[in-house]
């Protein structure tokens, strides 16, 4: 009987030291350096560098607190952009919370100057807490501010925002915040 149990463990041990082996170390390493040798850029975060220092990634959000640059939208992610927090608020539609944020949210965006209907972007944390993205229509909407701030035509601005607006095959248009504000700055030093 004592064979029995041996033979019948046996491959059982040996399957799963061969997976953890196979999927636990062959597996990920072997898509570490595809992703390294085909999508270098990517498989590093798609970091922006000015000067050889990382001033952000092309697609993980982060806070623009100068009244200079567009506004990412909210955060739900910790203590706001914070990488290691990402995901949503879990505040459903009933939530004071959540009715308090946003009116605090509206509140600001009118203190800036934005007029109208606001965007729902402008006021809205995404389901990771760090979209790098706008609607044009929230970028738009901060355009007068930042042409007054910086001392812009508010055509120009908008001239910066169709220029940066990419279309999705599969969703709506959007505006890479970190790219316009990058687009924004050279735009100034001319």
Known sequence: MNTDITSAFRPAIVMTILFAILLGLVYPLAMTGIGQ????????G??????????????????????RYFQTRPSAAGKGY??????????????????DRVKADVAKRRAEGVMGPIPADLVT???S???????P????????????VRGLGVEQVHALVVARTEDSMLGDPHVNVLA???ALDAASQR
């Open 37 to 44: 040798t085909i999508f270098p850029h990517q498989a590093n």
């Open 46 to 67: 798609s970091l922006v560098q000015i000067g050889g220092r990382v001033i952000g990634s092309e697609v993980v959000g982060q806070a623009f607190v100068s009244d």
């Open 82 to 99: 914070d990488g290691l927090a990402s995901s949503g608020s879990n505040l459903g539609p009933t939530s004071q919370a959540l009715v």
């Open 125 to 127: 944390a995404s389901g």
């Open 129 to 135: 807490g760090l979209d790098p993205d706008l609607s």
């Open 137 to 148: 229509e929230a970028a738009l909407a901060q355009a007068a501010r930042i042409a007054r």
């Open 180 to 182: 316009l504000n990058r």
